[in-house]
């Protein structure tokens, strides 16, 4: 399992504590992501691994920092097994005990990823403009929308998560890793979660949350818009 974080100090430990009581979780690896707060000593006094960057990268460089801490650990192990990738939110504190659901239809071989979908709504200092462009942005390059696009609650078999990498950059991460997985083939899996995480308010910082979310969300899909493009042109030509 892997938690990306920044600044999650007061939160982290629980958020880790539920994900080592999850069935089948052997390992939780937290990607301190440049915190200027006790989040990496937290996490580990919880009794996760921690990854350190010493300045922020953004979330799709500490979800790849994860899983390559996942494997290296994997080749010093003695099972020789190769472990499917959960990443979940930092601030999920005691919730993070649903994931299981995330879990099984992909050890079950029904999933090669989950997408959470919660069923506790927080409510949204903004007007879903994000979401919005995520959504549409899948349904173009896919056919499909996914309730919940931008969810980072994640399950993925290895193979899955190394056929979409690289990762779309920073928060575009969940947008990119849903239309390569849907194109190549992937079968991509909503599933119901009694999950909740922090609300974004209104003030300053969270305005610029969110104007940095549609800034990559929108790179994501403006790096995938020929792919999505070229679909269309073979499609009316097939008419």
């Not at 999650?8 to 301190?32: F, K, N, Q, S, Y």
């Not at 879990?103 to 069923?119: L, N, Q, S």
């Not at 506790?120 to 879903?128: A, I, M, Q, S, Y």
Request: hydrophobic residues 45%.
């Amino acid at each position: 399992m892997i938690i990306p974080a920044k600044n999650e100090a007061g939160r982290i430990a629980a958020t880790v504590t539920a994900a080592r009581a999850l069935p089948g979780v052997d390992l939780v690896v937290v990607v301190d992501d440049g915190s200027v707060d006790e989040t990496g000593r937290a996490a580990k006094a919880a009794g996760a691994r921690v990854v350190r960057h010493s300045r922020n990268h953004g979330k799709a460089a500490a979800m790849e920092s994860g899983a390559e801490a996942v494997r290296l650990l994997e080749d010093h192990a003695d099972d020789g097994l190769q472990r499917h990738l959960l990443f979940l939110d930092a601030d999920l504190g005691e919730t993070a005990r649903e994931a299981a659901a995330l879990i099984e239809p992909v050890r079950a071989g029904k999933a090669d990823m989950t997408i959470a979908v919660f069923t506790h709504r927080v409510k949204l200092g903004g007007h879903g403009l994000v979401v919005r462009l995520a959504g549409d942005g899948i349904q173009r390059a896919t056919g499909w929308r996914p309730a919940q696009p931008l969810n980072g609650q994640r399950c993925l078999t290895r193979a899955a998560f190394e056929a979409a990498r690289p990762l779309a950059y920073g928060f575009g991460v969940e947008t990119g890793l849903t239309i390569d997985l849907l194109r190549k083939g992937f079968r991509v899996v909503e599933v119901e979660v009694a999950m909740a995480h922090r609300a974004t308010g209104n003030d300053w910082r969270s305005q610029l949350h969110r104007a940095r979310q549609f800034r990559d969300v929108a790179l994501a899909l403006a790096m995938r818009e020929p792919l999505i493009m070229g679909s269309r042109a073979k499609a009316r030509r097939r008419r």
